[in-house]
């Protein structure tokens, strides 16, 4: 994969290390996650990205430290999508506050295992073939227009094929069962509608990664820069969940913004072999799409909002 064994050994020891601090330590106990207590964890998760990143600059140099910071800053703002659609999933599904940690950990882990098949065969597939680049560049901008489609992002959990195949064949509690998936009854198991939305979690991440995986492959074809900045923003994600889900939908241009990333980074593929553009630049413009979307929605924010 071009890349020495002992990058990939410090990677797994970092991630496996926080992942057992986070459970082992901040939530062994099932509990609701405050937002002063998810701000700290997101800067936690922020700067140990960040820590990583200066590592991979010094251990493997200043462009491959520029590919991180951009790739990882990429799925980040990406994956701001991903809380609208796991809050629309918890309200659905009537989940517990207490609960959805506990959802989420798990929609990670299985998260960790998409990205890692997504990143590793879609480097495969552009090394390969190149018109699968073409392809990539197009998904993007399929998204992005998606994205801004009226109506085209609505979720119905409950609808999910999925679901209706889980329901279909293992019955379902009427209830909640305390952080219980599964509980055994009458020496029958049957799942609890927290399995549900763990399966729901599940399926919207396989199309995630269908958008977000193109776009840091945009930026970066080394394997581990690009699984690596996927997966520190990943294990952010649930306390940015728990920091923002409440903020977001005041930030009027937040679809928009994310929207135009995408164009820009299909629009990057789709032009490389005559446009080549560099990740310095990249990294400028995915930031300042970033801060006009945050400055925007800030000084003119929607109008019930803003009487209100």
């Known amino acids: 994969m071009g890349t020495p064994t002992y990058l990939w050994v410090v990677f797994g020891v970092a991630v496996v290390a926080a992942i057992g601090l986070d459970l082992g ?5 099932a509990h609701r996650i405050g937002l ?25 140099g200043h462009s491959a430290g520029l590919e991180f910071l951009t790739s990882y800053l990429v799925e ?19 989940v517990p506050s207490q609960s959805q ?13 998409m990205r890692a098949i997504f990143v590793f065969g879609g480097v495969a597939l552009l090394n390969r ?16 227009v998606r994205m801004l489609w009226p109506g085209g992002h609505k979720i119905r959990p409950g609808r999910n094929w999925l679901v209706r195949l889980v329901r279909g064949v293992v019955p379902v509690t009427p209830g909640y069962e305390r952080e ?3 509980v055994r009854r009458a020496e029958k198991w049957s799942a609890t509608p927290l399995l549900l939305a763990l399966v729901a979690v599940e399926a919207t991440d396989i199309l995630f990664a269908v958008d977000s995986v ?29 920091a923002l889900a409440d903020l977001l939908p005041r930030f009027r241009f937040l679809r928009p913004g994310l929207a135009t990333i995408l164009i820009f980074t299909g629009t990057k593929m789709l032009a490389s ?31 019930k909002r803003r009487e209100a």
């Open 25 to 29: 330590v901040l939530h062994r106990k």
């Open 36 to 60: 002063k207590e998810a701000l700290v964890e997101s800067a936690g998760w922020i700067g140990l990205a960040l820590a990583f990143n200066v590592w991979v600059y010094i251990s493997m």
């Open 76 to 94: 980040k703002s990406l994956s701001v999508d991903n809380i609208f659609v796991f809050l629309l999933i918890f309200q659905g599904l009537a």
């Open 101 to 113: 940690h506990k959802v989420l950990y798990y929609g990670v882990v299985g998260a960790l295992v």
């Open 129 to 144: 073939f190149h018109f699968v680049l073409f392809v990539f560049g197009a998904i993007l901008i399929l998204t992005a």
């Open 180 to 182: 219980h998936f599964l």
């Open 214 to 242: 193109p776009a840091v492959l945009a930026i970066t074809r080394d394997t581990f820069i690009a699984y690596s900045s996927n997966v520190f923003a990943i294990l952010g994600l649930r306390a940015l969940y728990f």
């Open 273 to 303: 072999d005559q446009i080549p553009v560099s990740t310095s630049l990249s990294l400028g413009v995915i930031v300042g799409i970033m801060a006009f979307m945050i400055g925007a929605s800030v000084l003119w924010p929607q109008k």
